[in-house]
Each structure stands twice: as C-alpha cells, then as structure tokens.
C-alpha cells in the first residue's frame, strides 16, 4: 500500500514579504500549500514542517529566537504536530525526517516549499533513499 505525506520545506517569516530574505513567490505557494495541508489534516494525513535554522551566524535570516525563523501563518504549525530541524536547504539532512517517514510507513511524498534550492534538495535524497 502506498502511504502519502506531506512536507513543509521552510515557510518562514524571514522568506516572506517584510523578512530578512523575501522570495519571490513565497507568498503564492505559502497560500497553494495551506491548502493541501488543510486537507492533510482534514484527511488524518501524515504532515512534517521543516525549519531551517542559521545557528552559526554564516547567514542572517532564520536565526534561532527570532520572529524570521517562525513558521508563516499561511502553513501555520499547530502545537503536537512533527517539525524538522535542519540547518541546511536539504530535509533529509536531519536523519530524523527519514526515520519518522519510516516508522509511518510512507512511501510516496508530495513537497511543497518556500524556494527551489530547498525542494530541489530534498527531492534529490528523497529519491536517492527510496521515495517516490
């Protein structure tokens, strides 16, 4: 049986409108992907924000205790819900995400994300480790 999740590559505050790194577009796949997330959880679908975090001071966005590194409310986190930490573009960087995928038996992801180094990143290992 084939088992869906969704992932939540790195809608955060700094990448919208008004933070310390705006990407084009953000806001347009933040509202695409509120949609299906809604659904994910309407549907008891497994759901896994990421979070990258910039803890060595090499970057100025995302920097941990920060308004910029919140998850945008347009794909809002809800308390008990799985998030991943990572401090790179790739998800699967945090061996944590390929375990919880494991244990949940999925097999298949569909991934949304707040810019293209990111999904494109964690399409790549995604499929080097299995995933459709």
């Known amino acids: 049986m084939t088992r869906t999740a969704l ?3 790195n809608f955060q505050k ?3 409108s008004g933070g310390k790194y705006p990407i084009n577009g953000v806001q347009s796949a933040g509202k695409a992907a509120g949609i299906l997330l809604q659904c994910f959880r309407d549907h008891g679908g497994l759901h896994i924000h990421t979070q990258i975090e910039t803890r060595d001071g090499s970057r100025p966005y995302c920097v941990p205790s920060t308004e910029g590194i919140r998850i945008h409310d347009d794909v809002a986190h809800y308390e008990g ?3 991943i930490h990572t401090d790179r ?3 699967f960087t ?4 390929d375990s919880m995928l494991q244990v949940n038996q999925i097999t298949r992801l569909l991934i ?3 810019n293209s180094q990111a999904i ?3 399409v790549k290992a995604g499929i080097e480790l299995g995933y459709s």
């Open 89 to 91: 573009w790739n998800a």
């Open 81 to 83: 819900e799985p998030i």
């Open 94 to 97: 945090s061996h944590e995400l």
């Open 7 to 9: 992932l939540l590559l």
């Open 120 to 122: 494109e990143e964690t």
């Open 112 to 114: 949304c994300g707040s």
């Open 14 to 16: 700094d990448f919208y």
